[in-house]
T-cell receptor, first 112, second 110 residues
């Protein structure tokens, strides 16, 4: 089992550019979560999916953020346009029962 | 959002010492989890507790869920350098949504 796979590991982009983060959950896991981690705010839940359907996106900061899960093996988190305050580590996690989370290694995003 | 406060925020101890970190909230949780995160990696699940007063042991780590299911503690006996990391608690009160605490950064000095 390769675990939860996120790409890219690091992303540096200029303010105003579009950024797309990718996640491949563990096969068979029905739940997928996107989190953001910063020193100031810790780990924040952005959105989660169950069986590819978005269940709660109340944590998405604003309309610049969007997430999709077109199938059980792939999800994206998109930021358009990006801003310096979006700089953070973004984690994807998956779960088979909504309880035991397995996290990916994260994408470190820097917006300059 | 359920507020989970962890204390202390930072902890630096010598190898062999014991320590306890705390996770407190005003909310009642149906379950609570503890994770350890190492630099450059995602958090790794250590344990899940679901019953008030429950105690779970994982080698030198002892986890306790408060009777009222609002708080939890993690006790490490004879800490080792490999225990170094960020310890996070996460509580679930609404079903399938875990909110994370602020974290305790532990450094064990050889």
């Amino acid at each position: 089992d390769a675990g939860v796979i996120q790409s890219p590991r690091h992303e540096v982009t200029e303010m105003g550019q579009e950024v797309t983060l990718r996640c491949k959950p563990i096969s068979g896991h029905d739940y997928l979560f996107w989190y953001r981690q910063t020193m100031m705010r810790g780990l924040e839940l952005l959105i989660y999916f169950n069986n590819n359907v978005p269940i709660d996106d109340s944590g998405m900061p604003e309309d610049r953020f969007s997430a999709k899960m077109p199938n059980a093996s792939f999800s994206t988190l998109k930021i358009q346009p990006s801003e310096p305050r979006d700089s953070a580590v973004y984690f994807c996690a998956s779960s088979s029962d909504g309880y035991g989370y397995t996290f990916g290694s994260g994408t470190r995003l820097t917006v300059v | 959002t359920q507020l989970l406060e962890q204390s202390p925020q930072f902890l630096s101890i010598q190898e062999g010492e014991n320590l306890t970190v705390y996770c407190n909230s005003s909310s009642v949780f149906s379950s609570l989890q503890w994770y350890r995160q190492e630099p450059g990696e995602g958090p790794v699940l250590l344990v899940t507790v679901v019953t008030g007063g429950e105690v779970k042991k994982l080698k030198r780590l002892t986890f306790q869920f408060g009777d009222a299911r609002k708080d939890s503690s993690l006790h490490i006996t004879a800490a080792q350098p490999g225990d170094t990391g960020l310890y996070l608690c996460a509580g679930d009160s609404t079903g399938n949504q875990f909110y994370f605490g602020t974290g305790t950064s532990l450094t064990v000095i050889p």
